[in-house]
Structures are given as C-alpha cells and as structure tokens.
C-alpha cells in the first residue's frame, strides 16, 4: 500500500456525461500528480498540483480540469465524456517539487468505462 | 519536450536468468530515472530510481545504470523468478519547472518456470 488512496475503483458511465474521481496524496506530500494509462497511448502525464497550487499542465484536454482542496486532496473532473476516455487514471503525490525526495507514489487508480 | 523510448517492449527468459531492458531519453536536463513494476490491474510501483549525480545503483537483484552523456539507462534483473514477471516502465524526470513522470511504452518481461 502506498499510502496515496483514490475513489471510485471502477466507474461505468455512458458518453457525454461528467464523472469526478478523487485522490488523497499520503499524508505530508503537498505535490499530486494525474496520469492517464490507456491501451495505446500508455501512461501520460495529465497535470500536477502544488499545495493548492497548479504547478504544470500535460496532455490535458480541455474537456477535463482538477483541482487540489486546501486539505491537499484532489479532484479531477472529465465532462462530454467520449468512448476514447476510457482508460485507468491514476494519481501519485510526492513530497514537494524539486529537492532530492520527490519520489512519486501511485494509488491504486480508478477505471473509468465509458460506453 | 522530453520523450523516452523503451526496448524490448516484450521479453522472456528462463528462471534465474537475467533480464536487462534499456531506454533512452532525450533532453539533457532531466535528472531523475525511476523504473516502475506494474502487475495486471494494479498501480505502478517503484522499484528502483538512480539521479544524475550517479552512474549505477544496486539494490538486491536489481541494478540501474546510467549513461548520462549518451542518455540512456538500463534495468537489470539477475536470478529472475516467476514473480518478476510484470509490465515494466522506465520514465524520465527534470526537476524544477515541472517534476512530471515521462514513460516509456512498458516492457512485458515473462519469466518461465
């Protein structure tokens, strides 16, 4: 167990609806990472959050936004969701940005289906 | 930005062989190389990561070694056992600005009983 928890497990919902999956870092890691993991396009870097703050945007599309709450959990939400959005997303936290402990540490992931 | 390639993308060996998969990357400031071990279903988890500053690192039956001046490091595994057998990913990190994960594609390493 690393610590990171994310909720739901698995969501299963139809195409231009809207989901919000949630990620709690472990506990005194201020950074949060999103990855999306597909089939295909592997494990991609979405966005990052620093205390509060969002520090650095990937492959993000405009469909999808996050958040990190002031208790350092975060929240990302996909709207008009598409059968292509299917995928594992994962959050990881590590300590802060830079320095020398910046391990990044996954949860377990939420499966998302759309159909 | 930075992109990481990652060779074999499936490899299998016998118990107690060895088991070395490599990758390269390609922007000269990253400074951080953590490999994950993926299991069917589950959350990547770190097995072993190396920085800049060092050329190789060991822990148990696992080694990394890194070559900064062609960018490329690699993964060994010696005495493999059937529980290695897994997806594994090599990733490529700069800090400051951004300490966002690059991935390679994963490497489906099997090992034979």
């Known amino acids: 167990d690393s610590g990171v928890t994310q909720t739901p497990k698995h969501l299963i919902t139809a195409t231009g609806q809207r989901v919000t999956l949630r990620c709690s870092p472990r506990?005194?890691?201020?950074?949060v990472y999103w990855y999306q993991q597909s089939l295909d396009q592997g494990l991609q870097f979405l966005i990052q959050?620093?205390?509060?703050?969002?520090?650095a945007k990937g492959n993000i599309l405009e469909r999808f936004s996050a958040q990190q709450f002031p208790d350092l959990h975060s929240e990302l939400n996909l709207s008009s969701l598409e059968l292509g959005d299917s995928a594992l997303y994962f959050c990881?936290?590590?300590?802060?940005?830079?320095?020398?402990?910046?391990?990044?540490?996954f949860g377990p992931g939420t499966r998302l289906t759309v159909l | 930005g930075e992109n990481v390639e990652q060779h074999p993308s499936t490899l299998s060996v016998q118990e107690g062989d060895s088991a070395v998969i490599k990758c390269t990357y390609s922007?000269?400031?990253?400074?951080?190389f953590p490999w994950y071990k993926q299991e069917l279903g589950k959350r990547p988890q770190l097995i072993i990561d190396?920085?800049?500053?060092?050329g190789e690192k060991k822990d148990q039956r696992i080694a990394v070694t890194l070559n900064k001046t062609a960018k490329h490091f690699s993964l060994h595994i010696t005495e493999t056992q059937p529980e290695d057998s897994a997806v594994y990913f090599c990733?490529?990190?700069?800090?400051?600005?951004?300490?966002?994960?690059?991935f390679g594609k994963g490497t489906k390493l099997t090992v034979n009983p």
């Open positions: 990881a936290s590590s300590v802060a940005p830079g320095g020398f402990t910046d391990t990044q540490y």
């Open positions: 959050y620093y205390n509060g703050e969002e520090r």
């Open positions: 990733a490529a990190s700069s800090q400051g600005g951004s300490e966002k994960l690059v």
């Open positions: 922007d000269s400031a990253s400074n951080y």
């Open positions: 190396i920085r800049s500053n060092v």
């Open positions: 506990s005194g890691d201020l950074s």
